[in-house]
């Protein structure tokens, strides 16, 4: 060790802060743990200041034992490597022998050392402490009942590392790196102040190979909060672009976030994978509109201040000159993209994350729901999300799976969303497990997710599972608090989700939307009826306008003539009352039509209309066509109810190739 405390001093000072009432004692027999396990089990949060730090609020160089040396003497006694030479008056050290083992330097001279809080004053204040009483801020900056707390070093190394934590500031002396990151975890764990994305981003770095399994003993923990806020929160805008500004701002309250990954606001591929890359960046994602930035995601730019914002997707999906506006806003702006989903995917998991990770998570580049549902898990896990076709690896997956040489793989969804075929080639690309994620349905698949990756959780996020965009900026917010990501029905709670709830004895909801995507009764745990759906009144005449075409998959990757039902729209019924669509048409500029027969679409609820063959369901309904319909370029699609009148119809346009959602 770099440090050992004389075990009567360590008695003394340790009895002296538990009868104060400021330190816990500790325990009969002091449990053990790894590691990385410790690291990964700081709480998660973005630092915080609601008040102004000043040194002065921590009392620091007490002498607690009243032995006559204060705190910093006690450090420099116990550390030297020699009997120290003291003074002729009162506790004065003048010489001695203390090796600085952040730099590797050997000093003699009391006077070029410092004494270091391993966890800065400043950063305890940002990651906990400025809820402190004077006295518990006192206890932690005069901490000597825990090794890892106060350490002599050379003036220089202490002064060049200032109030930065190891995601700004690590040892020069690379044979530190693990006892540094083990040191500092200790510390945040004894105090229970939390750690940034970022922060434990670096630390797991630090404490890679050996040191992330080596054997660490937890200290007693010191008596300072551990409050969790309870009951529903709500975080929502006027729409998706106001919404994703609110969850920003619950996430970095103080503004700082180093990275903000730009999206496109009107389509959900391209951006699929950004959620665990803007957390590995200590970052938000943020939409903006095909041509232009909007006013509230500017003003959100302006606060953040990043220094860098990448631009996810190509030129056809967030422009040039949105990407020139962006420059005004960051010291750096780049895009990363491919030529499709499953290049970009692969491209920002590639550009963010090195070989070796963890993991990947993989899901189907087809939907949204499963990917979405696993963003949380990538965020706090640090796995990058890639997308795959229902029975095939595309290319640039491969790719993207032999650069970053996963440690195990988790597939996301069922097999009729990721064959088993594709399960087994994925064994190919990891030396450790490839498992399954998967439900029912999308509900109960999130619910899986959360299951696999939390095994307790005081706070969960929710978001609708019927759209995209409020999930999407609420992935890296979720993972940012170790929070999963779960979806619900719009008018009512899914059992699946509530059970997981339930499970994870988590008491705070945190709503990602408005009460139009995410009501009250949802939000508060109003479980979903299993009954069937009373017959909803037939449609006025003139047509139902709650009853829009919201998605059109237009040209999915592959030979879509062998995969039919990979094609297919989306019809959604966004009013407060059920429609029943029998004798409706759905069609397409070249008069493919498909006509409904008895079906009602409940109020809040989407179903999907593929073009192939199936059985159909409240959920999904089949075209039985043998050929590929929506696949034109040009192609609209057009929805008319059972008296021809026209209700609805979304058209591809030359920015949305692939898929468009209205």
Not at 148 to 157: G, K, P
Not at 193 to 216: K, Y
Not at 321 to 330: E, F, H, N, W
Request: net charge positive; glycine share 10%; with cysteine.
């Amino acid at each position: 060790m770099h440090r050992a405390l004389p075990r009567a001093l360590a008695t003394l000072v340790a009895s002296a802060l538990a009868l104060s009432g400021l330190v816990a004692a500790a325990p009969a027999h002091a449990a053990q743990t790894t590691v990385g396990a410790l690291i990964a089990s700081l709480p998660l949060a973005p630092e915080s200041s609601p008040t102004v730090y000043d040194r002065a609020l921590f009392k620091h160089w007490v002498d607690a034992d009243r032995d006559g040396c204060d705190t910093r003497r006690e450090v420099l006694k116990k550390e030297s490597l020699v009997a120290v030479t003291m003074g002729a008056a009162g506790c004065t050290i003048v010489a001695g022998k203390w090796f600085s083992w952040y730099d590797g330097q050997t000093i003699t001279a009391p006077a070029d050392l410092d004494i270091d809080h391993m966890v800065p004053l400043a950063e305890a204040w940002r990651s906990g402490a400025h809820g402190w009483t004077a006295a518990q801020r006192e206890a932690f900056a005069n901490d000597l009942g825990l090794e890892a707390s106060l350490t002599a070093v050379s003036a220089s190394s202490n002064r060049s590392k200032g109030d930065r934590d190891p995601a700004g500031w690590k040892p020069t002396r690379t044979a530190a790196s693990c006892d540094y990151a083990r040191d500092w975890a200790l510390v945040k764990y004894r105090w229970n102040l939390t750690a940034d994305s970022a922060e434990v981003s670096a630390l797991t770095g630090m404490a890679s190979g050996a040191c992330a399994s080596s054997s660490v003993t937890l200290p007693a923990k010191g008596s300072v909060p551990t409050a969790v806020k309870t009951g529903v929160a709500r975080l929502a805008g006027s729409d998706r672009y106001s919404t994703a500004v609110a969850i920003s701002k619950s996430a970095y309250p103080q503004g700082g976030a180093r990275t903000v990954y730009v999206v496109t606001g009107t389509n959900f591929p391209d951006a699929l994978g950004a959620g665990p890359a803007a957390a590995a960046a200590a970052g938000v994602v943020l939409p903006v509109s095909g041509t232009g930035i909007p006013a509230v995601v500017a003003q959100e730019l302006k606060r953040l201040a990043p220094r860098e914002i990448v631009v996810v997707g190509g030129s056809g999906v967030v422009s040039e000159s949105v990407r020139k506006q962006l420059a005004g806003y960051a010291d750096t702006v780049r895009r990363v993209s491919g030529t499709d989903r499953y290049a970009t995917a692969g491209a920002v998991g590639t550009d963010r994350f090195g070989s070796g990770v963890a993991g990947v998570l993989i899901a189907t580049g087809a939907n949204y729901p499963d990917a979405l549902a696993g963003s949380a898990v990538g965020a706090v896990a640090g796995k990058p999300i890639l997308l795959v076709q229902k029975d095939s690896l595309p290319p640039a997956t491969v790719k993207a799976l032999t650069a970053l040489k996963p440690r195990s793989i988790e597939v996301l969804g069922s097999t009729g969303v990721v064959s088993d075929r594709v399960l087994t080639a994925l064994k190919g690309y990891t030396t450790g497990s490839v498992t399954r994620r998967a439900g029912a349905d999308r509900y109960t698949t999130a619910a899986k997710i959360s299951s696999g990756a939390y095994a307790k959780a005081s706070t969960v996020y929710l978001a609708t599972g019927t759209n995209y965009p409020d999930a999407l900026a609420g992935g890296p917010a979720a993972g940012g608090v170790r929070a999963p990501l779960l979806l619900t029905q719009p008018t009512c709670m899914p059992k699946a989700t509530l059970d997981e709830i339930k499970r994870l004895g988590a008491v705070r909801t945190v709503v990602l939307g408005g009460s139009g995507v995410v009501s009250d009764a949802a939000a508060r745990g109003t479980v979903c009826s299993t009954a069937a759906p009373a017959p909803a009144p037939a449609p006025k005449p003139s047509g139902s306008p709650n009853v829009r075409v919201s998605t059109v998959l237009f040209d999915p990757p592959g030979d879509e003539r062998k995969a039919l039902n990979e094609e297919y729209v989306v019809l959604t019924n966004r009013g407060t009352t059920g429609a029943n669509l029998k004798g409706w048409t759905l069609r397409d500029e070249k008069s493919h039509a498909y006509t409904f027969g008895t079906f009602t679409l409940g109020a809040g609820k989407s179903v999907t209309v593929h073009t192939g063959k199936g059985t159909n369901s409240s959920t999904r309904l089949y075209w039985g066509s043998g050929a590929p319909i929506w696949n034109n370029d040009g192609d609209t699609a057009y929805l008319k109810d059972a008296a021809g009148k026209h209700v609805h119809s979304c058209g591809w346009t030359s920015a949305a190739k692939v898929s468009v959602t209205c």
